[in-house]
């Protein structure tokens, strides 16, 4: 149980393009969800949180128009890097709270993509 | 502010050594703590965790006590496997975000 998937696993675009990351809770409802960046040998940085049916939260630094989240639904979290650019390539990685409250104060990490921008 | 320290690394070590790995944390407040391990080009798997003082986790063989009165939660492994090189995160979270904080990372290597 509590199983976070990410897609797609690695992505490789053009600079200037969009690219859109899901995130999704399979066997739970999740009504909150954070985004995640690490740069190689790094640790993770909390980009924002994403709750279901209100904006995201972003921390400070972030672009909130370069990074958009969109958490449409209770299993779904949407991460788009809009206008792509070469420094935006990085892991990014997605974790769930489960709404149920099986361990409410534990996040469940999906597997990452790897966004390379050329 | 609320922060976690890990040592640093790499940690490397011969099959079947001990390991401990150092972490140590600031926060208000009674967080949760947690230990993550993160395999080459994957995600972050829960290794354990611990949601109060003097509670231990444990998984694998891997052991932590959270330890109000020195602010730690540190990692134990009494015999290492080749198959246990990683990087272990050491994590807290905040009652009420529900944010996590982490620490920077510890690469260990254990060599056959």
């Known amino acids: 149980g509590a199983v976070v998937s990410q897609h797609p696993s690695w992505v490789i675009c053009k600079s200037g393009t969009s690219v859109k990351i899901e995130c999704r809770s399979l066997?739970?409802?999740?009504?909150?969800m954070f985004w995640y960046r690490q740069f190689p040998k790094q640790s993770l940085m909390l980009m924002a949180t994403s709750n279901e049916g209100s904006k995201a939260t972003y921390e400070q630094g972030v672009e909130k128009d370069k990074f958009l989240i969109n958490h449409a639904s209770l299993t779904l979290s949407t991460l788009t890097v809009t206008s792509a650019h070469p420094e935006d390539s990085s892991f990014y990685i997605c974790?769930?709270?489960?709404?149920?409250?099986?361990?409410?104060?534990?996040?469940?990490f999906g597997p990452g993509t790897r966004l390379t921008v050329l | 502010g609320d922060s976690v320290t890990q040592m640093e690394g790499p940690v490397t070590l011969s099959e079947e050594a001990f390991l401990t790995i150092n972490c140590t944390y600031t926060a208000t407040g009674y967080p949760s703590l947690f230990w993550y391990v993160q395999y080459p080009g994957e995600g972050l798997q829960l290794l354990l965790k611990a949601t109060k003082a003097d509670d231990k986790g444990s998984n694998k063989g891997f052991e932590a006590t959270y330890r109000k009165e020195t602010t730690s939660f540190h990692l134990e492994k009494g015999s290492v496997q080749v198959s246990d090189s990683a990087v272990y995160f050491c994590a807290l979270s905040l009652s009420g975000t529900y944010k996590y904080i982490f620490g920077t990372g510890t690469r260990l290597k254990v060599l056959a």
């Open positions: 066997d739970f409802q999740a009504t909150t």
């Open positions: 974790s769930a709270r489960d709404h149920g409250g099986r361990s409410y104060n534990e996040q469940f």
